[in-house]
């Protein structure tokens, strides 16, 4: 019984944290552009969260979350809502499996998720016929790039949460 409360209390702490860092992008940096990008932060907490949960847990948290930002209005949140957990699952299968649940390979699945989700949106903009700088495919790299800082600070919170929450001794 005390194990269900802990399992909840990690999944409410989880959720909570992706709201953070919902409001850490959209309202605190939301008008801030580094070398003319913006940085993408759902992805990279998403992925933390999938490479500490595994790949089922960390879909559907990445559904969940894919879900919250198309229906908070943010740009692009329709690709996410595909590619967010197509992404989750090889950001949580290869640390579980085959790899161990620490910061490099959370960084290769933040990466990965980055690519993924970042690209369809790109390539979103690109059918739709927006209008798009000369130098698009270099700010889309220097996005990814820079959206990776914050990775390493996503990956300890959700080691702590992770910790409260009982789960994988790590």
Request: with cysteine.
């Amino acid at each position: 019984m005390v194990q269900r409360y802990r399992t909840i209390l990690k999944w409410a702490l989880y959720g909570a944290g992706l709201l953070l860092v919902m409001l850490l992008n959209t309202v605190v940096l939301g008008s801030r552009t580094f070398l003319g990008t913006k940085l993408s932060l759902v992805p990279v907490y998403t992925a933390c969260v999938a490479c500490r949960e595994g790949h089922e847990s960390g879909c559907c948290f990445a559904l969940a979350a894919g879900l919250a930002w198309a229906l908070s209005g943010a740009e692009g949140g329709a690709a996410f809502v595909l590619m967010l957990p197509l992404a989750a699952v090889p950001a949580g299968y290869f640390p579980s499996t085959y790899l161990t649940r620490t910061l490099l390979p959370a960084l290769g699945g933040c990466l990965l998720t980055l690519v993924l989700c970042e690209g369809a949106v790109f390539l979103q903009r690109l059918y739709m016929g927006a209008a798009l700088p000369a130098n698009a495919p270099a700010l889309l790299g220097l996005q990814i790039g820079f959206s990776l800082i914050p990775a390493p600070l996503f990956w300890w919170l959700t080691r702590l949460i992770g910790k409260a929450g009982g789960s994988h001794g790590a």
